[in-house]
């Protein structure tokens, strides 16, 4: 899959760093190897040196520049036909208030046996994102810097 330049975040040898193209969130990251491959196991041992320390940075330039309340990083990509790829998503304050205004969500709450260790968890947080900004066609209104702008900030940060 071609991601058009003007979501490119960074590049190193092994991986690129794009801005997530049908997220509306500004910061949702997609750290994607060049190979082509799916499996952590077929990367090169330089590929995997450098992957720690991208997720690392992108992490703390999320929390640091962007003021995420959490940053979270996860390994999805059963698709075929796309290389193994993280998602680096950004929690600010006001996508988790958001997310406790709508009451659809809500019903998540039915789903567990026991109460929960917190009100909510990544994994409910995720799925808001994913089917709020990345798949409405008009997602919530976000506060703060556009997706573009986003994009220019963190490709500075991560040159220096």
Known sequence: MQIPERFHV???????????????????????SKTDTNDLSELSEAA?????????????LLKRKLGAQRVYIGRYGHSPGYPIHFHVIPIYDWVEELFW???????LQNFGDRPGETPT??????LFVWR?????????????????????????????
């Open 48 to 60: 995997l040196r450098e992957l720690g320390p991208l997720l690392a940075t992108a992490q703390d």
């Open 10 to 32: 960074a590049e190193t040898h092994g991986w690129l760093v794009n801005h997530r193209m049908n997220a509306a969130l500004p910061g949702y990251l997609m750290i994607s």
């Open 132 to 160: 709020e900004f990345c798949e409405r066609t008009e997602p919530p209104r976000v506060q703060g810097r556009s997706v573009f702008q986003t994009i220019e900030l963190l490709r500075e940060a991560m040159r220096s």
């Open 101 to 107: 205004k709508d009451s659809r969500y809500r019903v």
């Open 121 to 126: 968890d990544g994994a409910e947080l995720t």
